[in-house]
């Protein structure tokens, strides 16, 4: 091939295309990395995972002063108040401190940063805000955006999508959630702790799908608890703005009569899409599926010799540790080593309270493939630091292989559910059995024991129930 400009251009700096861009870097490939938006870091870090997470650890804490909580043990507070502008201004400094920081790794790993929208001019050239740039590699890091309801209008003001929830400027008296997935439950955590009254209205007869079904009818009967209205088996068939607010037109989803809900807030959250609009792909000779994603192989490779493709525009999970690890794989096959994902073991979490955390196959997957299997679970109920922390809600539940014992899937509520995930991937990872987990000396008094418990509940019985 003739001199190309670089060696690998990213399109995208998200998890899966600023790690791409730094590996590549640091093995010795000269890298650039486009990205449209003004700062570094995707969807991520600037209208996903962290600001997200601000907002549920400061609502979370708003929510301990006010329900009860840290009077419970004694700890007392005067009046407690809400200052909203502060809480967003926190959550904006720590994602400016960490798109910052991947503009310094960029600087330091010497990845040049294009700044503008790639689209496709061939195989290994592209045009960027009007400059013609050439690569022997390209990778497609493009990430996703929400998916529309059809006739549902996004205003981001009173009818809006997860962006809109991370900026709302008052808390509304009633947020109104289309879509009982992660994206819902969390940002509807915020706005409930923060004072919303919140209905989720979810399509499928349970919220939360893809986790374990007996995780989903936990989840579901805690967060009920908690005090949102939950209404499964429920379409949305309309939303009309109306003054300040908007109407909710909703009927049973199996169809039947309809009603109205009426709400301050519209939350759309059911699901995202692959961003592939404006790359033209074409051009280059890549296809996307009926789903509008790059399909890859096992290295990450398109059909199309020289173009890669990572993250959420790619099958799979749009989770960004698993964009993050593609990015490291897709860097060590284009320079040549061996990159690869397990995609079998790819944690997910909910980071609710409690959160929930899966990975690894759930019960019902093993049924629907038929492979034998043995389930082990421990209530935290009967664990000695969750009963002190009076933190008791959720369980454990690890199934392992029926003739192996190695473990195939954990699952996992707790309020501590997204740190004791790690534990089980890495089990996993190593091939452990259920036995290996429950021979394994865990730290007393912690959550974590739970987890030896379930383990130890898989092929006998745990000690502590
Ligand atoms: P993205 O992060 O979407 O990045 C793609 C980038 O490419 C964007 O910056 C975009 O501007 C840029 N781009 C697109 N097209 C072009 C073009 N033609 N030219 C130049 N630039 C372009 N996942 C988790 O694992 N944990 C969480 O806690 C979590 N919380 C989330 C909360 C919310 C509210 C949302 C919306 C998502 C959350 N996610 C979370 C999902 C996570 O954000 C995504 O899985 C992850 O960002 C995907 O990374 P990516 O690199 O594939 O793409
Ligand atoms: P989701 O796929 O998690 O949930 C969407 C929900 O909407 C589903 O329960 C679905 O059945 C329901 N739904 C679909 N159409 C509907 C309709 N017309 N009416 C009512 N319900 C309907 O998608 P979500 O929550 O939008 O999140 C998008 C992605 O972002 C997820 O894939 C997730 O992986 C990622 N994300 C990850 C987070 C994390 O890891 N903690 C946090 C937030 C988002």
Request: charged share 20%; proline share 4%.
């Amino acid at each position: 091939m003739a001199d190309t400009d670089f060696d690998v251009i990213v399109i995208g700096s998200g998890p899966g295309g600023y790690v791409a861009a730094i590996k590549a870097a640091q093995l010795g490939l000269k890298t650039a990395c486009v990205e449209s938006r003004e700062t570094l870091g995707g969807t991520c870090l600037n209208v996903g995972c962290i600001p997200s997470k601000a907002l549920l650890h400061a609502s979370e804490l708003f929510a301990e002063a006010t329900n009860g909580a840290l009077a419970k043990f004694g700890v007392k507070v005067g009046q407690v108040g809400l200052d909203l502008d502060t809480m967003h201004a926190e959550k904006a400094k720590a994602v400016k401190e960490l798109t910052g920081g991947i503009a310094f790794l960029f600087k330091k790993n010497k990845v040049e940063w294009l700044k503008g929208r790639a689209a496709f001019t061939g195989q290994n050239s592209i045009d960027v805000a009007g400059k013609a740039y050439t690569a022997k590699n390209i990778v497609v890091a493009t990430g996703s955006s929400v998916t529309p309801l059809p006739g549902v209008d996004i205003d981001n003001e009173v009818v809006i999508d997860s962006t809109g929830a991370l900026a709302l400027p008052q808390v509304p008296k009633h947020l109104v959630v289309i879509g009982g997935g992660v994206i819902g439950l969390e940002l509807g955590s915020v706005w409930k702790r923060l004072g919303a009254k919140v209905t989720v209205v979810e399509y499928l007869d349970q919220i939360l799908p893809g986790m374990d079904k007996e995780i989903r009818a936990d989840a579901t009967k805690i967060f009920k608890k908690q005090g949102f209205e939950i209404r499964t088996s429920t379409k949305v068939t309309k939303v009309e703005r109306n003054g300040a607010g908007a109407v909710v037109t909703v009927e049973p989803a199996a169809g039947g009569a309809a009603e109205t809900i009426e709400a301050d807030v519209v939350l759309v959250s059911i699901g995202r899409r692959p961003n592939t609009d404006g790359l033209a792909l074409e051009r280059a000779g890549v296809q996307v599926n009926n789903r509008g994603m790059i399909e890859v192989d096992h290295s990450f490779a398109t059909k199309v010799p020289g173009i890669w493709a990572i993250g959420d525009v790619t099958p799979g999970p749009m989770l960004a540790h698993k964009a993050e690890d593609e990015g490291i794989a897709v860097a060590e096959n284009i320079a040549g080593q061996t990159g690869i994902v397990n995609h079998d073991v790819i944690p997910a979490v909910v980071y609710t309270h409690p959160e929930i955390a899966s990975v690894g196959k759930t019960q019902e997957e093993l049924e629907a493939q038929g492979i034998a299997f043995k389930v082990g679970k421990f209530p935290f109920m009967a664990n000695s630091r969750a009963k002190t922390n009076r933190d008791t809600d959720g369980f454990v539940k690890v199934i392992a292989d029926a003739k192996t014992d190695r473990v195939l899937g954990v699952h996992i509520i707790s309020s501590l559910a997204g740190t004791m995930i790690a534990q089980a991937a890495q089990a996993m990872e190593f091939g452990a059995t259920s036995e290996d987990i429950a021979y394994t000396c865990h730290a007393h008094p912690t959550h974590s024991e739970a987890m030896k418990e379930a383990a130890m509940a898989v092929t006998g019985l745990p000690i502590h129930i």
